[in-house]
């Protein structure tokens, strides 16, 4: 049996905002750049083309915020 890797922090992992028109935060999941998000709903497009289902936002076993939580979508 092969050991998950990632097993001990969230697959996804959503960075702080950056300046833009509009602003974004950039998505990486299992370590990798995968695009921009604008609003929460890109980061669940994203978890789902990847084959990861999200139940809660606010589980941080499943999403890693940084800078700001789910509802953090402007520069501060």
Same mark, same amino acid.
């Given at each position: 049996?092969?050991?998950?890797?990632?097993?001990?922090?969230?697959?996804?992992?959503?960075?702080? +905002?950056?300046? $833009?028109?509009?602003?974004?935060?950039?998505?990486?999941?299992?370590?990798?750049?995968? $695009?921009?998000?604008?609003?929460?709903?890109? +980061?669940?497009?994203?978890?789902?083309?990847?084959?990861?289902?999200?139940?809660?936002?606010?589980?941080?076993?499943?999403?890693?915020?940084? $800078?700001? $939580?789910?509802?953090?979508?402007?520069?501060?």
């Amino acid at each position: 049996m092969t050991e998950n890797p990632y097993a001990s922090y969230p697959r996804i992992t959503v960075l702080p +905002v950056q300046p $833009g028109d509009p602003p974004f935060r950039i998505v990486e999941i299992d370590g990798e750049v995968i $695009g921009r998000a604008t609003a929460m709903t890109d +980061v669940l497009i994203a978890a789902s083309t990847a084959g990861i289902q999200i139940h809660d936002l606010d589980d941080p076993a499943v999403v890693r915020w940084v $800078g700001g $939580g789910k509802l953090s979508w402007r520069p501060h």
